[in-house]
T-cell receptor, first 114, second 109 residues
Framework: IAGITQAPTSQILAAGRRMTLRCTQD?????MYWYRQDLGLGLRLIHY???????GKGEVPDGYSVSRANTDDFPLTLASAVPSQTSVYFC?????????????FGPGTRLTVL | GQNIDQPTEMTATEGAIVQINCTYQ??????LFWYQQHAGEAPTFLSY??LDGLEEKGRFSSFLSRSKGYSYLLLKELQMKDSASYLC??????????WGAGTKLIIKP
């Protein structure tokens, strides 16, 4: 693995189903983030983790949960998907949480909830 | 509230110069980032400014005025591969990035 990967690349999901989006990085970055990107809107932060074992809520956390059991992995779970969760989801990481630390993005997961 | 404003779309000619403006209002301020995003791809980092002034990096430069809540990204010697969306993001007092909706830059030959 080189950098940050996400799986699946795309998914069509029935409303009410549970879904976990996977994110793995091999850069030993401490901080990780989940964003959603919708047409006409900026990236919106769903959840973040400043270091393994800790997580925090972003701007739009409702309907989503995360865990950070180790440094490399940061899965995002939709407990019961709804159509408004149709979006492109990006996972990102940075060496540290804070000012001049650029975020590196995964390739994204395109999720459609019907 | 927190807000980032940038133009939705701009058009420029290959070989020319273009300036993409961004204004921001955030609770606290810990720097201003610019990212490039090609269609269907992930954002990639271009620049970071935390002090007033111009930062130059090859064909790309970024400017910040903290007192005015204003930044711009300057792209010189435009190439067709520069056709992309350019995302402005300000870091607030909680070290979270507040993102603009992006400026789609169209380059014409």
């Amino acid at each position: 693995i080189a950098g940050i990967t996400q799986a699946p690349t795309s998914q069509i999901l029935a409303a009410g189903r549970r879904m976990t989006l996977r994110c793995t990085q091999d850069m030993r970055h401490n901080a990780m983030y989940w964003y959603r990107q919708d047409l006409g809107l900026g990236l919106r932060l769903i959840h973040y983790s400043n270091t393994a074992g800790t997580t925090g809520k972003g701007e739009v956390p409702d309907g989503y949960s995360v865990s950070r059991a180790n440094t490399d992995d940061f899965p995002l779970t939709l407990a019961s998907a709804v159509p408004s969760q149709t979006s492109v989801y990006f996972c990102a990481s940075s060496r540290l949480a804070g000012s001049d630390n650029e975020q590196f993005f995964g390739p994204g997961t395109r999720l459609t909830v019907l | 509230g927190q807000n980032i404003d940038q133009p939705t779309e701009m058009t420029a000619t290959e070989g020319a110069i273009v300036q993409i403006n961004c204004t921001y209002q955030t609770s606290g301020f810990n720097g201003l980032f610019w990212y490039q995003q090609h269609a269907g791809e992930a954002p990639t980092f271009l620049s970071y400014n935390v002090l007033d002034g111009l930062e130059e990096k090859g064909r790309f430069s970024s400017f910040l005025s903290r007192s005015k809540g204003y930044s711009y990204l300057l792209l010189k010697e435009l190439q067709m591969k520069d056709s992309a969306s350019y995302l402005c993001a300000a870091m607030d007092s909680n070290y979270q990035l507040i993102w603009g909706a992006g400026t789609k830059l169209i380059i014409k030959p």
